[in-house]
């Protein structure tokens, strides 16, 4: 196995992802010299940059830097990319992402979150919690903190609160003394084949923590499976027969209010500052998590009060009587599901405009159907074009395969420019404040791109 203590230069290939990045940030506050490719420039590699990283955005060769003890690289880079490719040829220590996640954390108390929907909200929350509290910890996160502006930070204690992907079955590499699953519900496909493959890949991942250790899942998951040594604890929104639960959730000015009940504790009158009745019950399980801990009650209260939320879940970018804009990483049938129905509850009356930018072509073909029914909730839906990510066009796949089948919600394709043309000419001259409205981006690919202009045009409208 690779020692930390021998690596003083690392290159990572793929360098912008959200994971990547959070290792390119660890290494470099180790003081490794740290440099990487990615496709395109993007706000994380620009930070990347700013912070001393030096990055390249062509596959081209000829400044490839040669004295480096390690290459990184994402599943998500093509094994035909020339840069993985030559240092391949050339007999480089190559690993995964998950594979160095692996090294980092083989001497560490490590708490691991793991769900296709709700992960990065949740490791975020129980990081903030530590961090807040006094704990402390080191946190390699899936999107980036609104509190600190980063989806990595260290501190002397060995701890570390992982973000669990289960793509690639990278979470596998891990050993969580608590792990926490959110969901299991179907998502790549394109990897598991199957849902029920997808599913035992996480009773696999439950069943790797340590004997004494604590796993924490969501009441009602589905697939059956044996809880081994390790002590099982189930939380939810507000089912009785969950280990932890909430109760006497109230709205408060577009967050809430609310109990957490566990068997042992009563954690009253929590603030949440944060949309999304889905971000109560994440907060109940880093509640749990916390508790377990040995963090106070008025410490947890305290910083989830203080959470102001990860970039690009339920994040407000716009909020006045006549327009709330949301901005979110909804890219899963279920996340939209919830997304859209969190919105008529917090805002009801009010029409909700969804733009929504499918993410890859296999998901797209796998759930067509069930993002149709998601989106119709909506009262007016645009879609942009897909956005492939890794993958070659699939034929017959692109948005209008989603679109062909909405039937009630007004609908529109539309390219980005027709886009932006649309909200300044014709969508924010038609609000009147009346009732307000509700506007809302959606998606993994670039979507994100667009919420800088779309907030520019419509603070000069409002």
């Not at 796949?397 to 886009?419: C, D, N, P, W, Y």
Request: hydrophobic share 40%.
């Amino acid at each position: 196995m690779i020692q930390l203590s021998d690596i003083h230069k690392i290159y990572f290939i793929g360098i912008g992802g959200i994971g990547m990045s959070a290792l390119a940030r660890y290494f470099h506050a180790r003081g490794v010299e740290v440099e990487g490719y990615d496709k395109t420039a993007t706000p994380l590699t620009t930070a990347l940059a700013q912070s001393g990283i030096r990055i390249c955005f062509t596959e081209e060769l000829d400044e490839l830097p040669k004295e480096v003890q390690l290459v990184v690289y994402t599943p998500a880079i093509p094994a035909t990319n020339r840069q993985l490719a030559y240092y391949r040829r050339h007999g480089y220590p190559v690993l995964k992402r998950s594979e160095v996640l692996e090294i980092i954390s083989a001497g560490s108390f490590n708490i691991c979150v793991a769900g296709t929907h709700g992960k990065t909200t949740i490791s975020t929350m129980i990081a903030h919690v530590l961090r807040d509290s006094g704990y402390g910890c080191n946190a390699f996160l899936g999107g980036i903190s609104a509190n600190y502006g980063t989806n990595f930070w260290s501190h002397e204690r060995n701890v570390c609160v992982i973000e669990a992907d289960e793509y690639d079955r990278s979470f596998l590499r891990l050993n969580p003394d608590i792990a926490l699953v959110s969901a299991m519900d179907a998502d790549h496909l394109d990897i598991y084949g199957t849902e029920e493959a997808l599913q035992h890949a996480f009773v696999d991942f439950m069943q790797k923590v340590k004997p004494g250790g604590l796993l924490l899942t969501k009441h009602g998951l589905k697939q059956p499976y044996e809880t081994g040594s390790q002590r099982h604890l189930s939380y939810s929104l507000q089912n009785d027969a969950a280990s932890v639960r909430g109760a006497n959730i109230r709205i408060r000015q577009g967050g809430y209010e609310f109990d957490v009940v566990m068997s042992d504790n009563l954690l009253s009158q929590v603030e949440l500052p944060m949309g999304g009745m889905h971000n109560v019950e994440n907060a109940i399980a880093a509640t749990a998590v916390a508790h377990a801990l040995g963090i106070e009650n008025e410490a947890i209260r305290k910083a989830l009060a203080g959470f102001k939320g990860v970039k690009r879940r339920f994040e407000y970018i716009v909020m006045s009587d006549k327009l709330v804009y949301i901005d979110d990483y909804a890219h899963h049938p279920e996340e939209l599901n919830a997304l859209l129905k969190s919105v008529k509850t917090l805002f009801p009356g009010r029409k909700c405009t969804i733009i929504f930018q499918p993410h890859l072509y296999s998901r797209t073909k796998d759930f067509a159907d069930e993002f149709a029914m998601s989106l119709e909730s909506a009262d007016q839906l645009i879609l942009l074009p897909l956005y492939p990510a890794r993958e070659l066009p699939v034929e017959g796949v692109s948005s209008g395969l989603i679109f062909e089948k909405i039937k009630r919600a007004r609908k529109q394709i539309m390219t980005r420019q027709e886009l932006i043309n649309y909200i300044k000419d014709q969508y924010l001259p038609q609000l009147d404040g009346t009732a307000g409205e509700v506007l809302i981006t959606a998606g993994a690919g670039d979507i994100d791109a667009l919420v800088k202009p779309l907030k520019d045009l419509i603070t000069q409208a409002v």
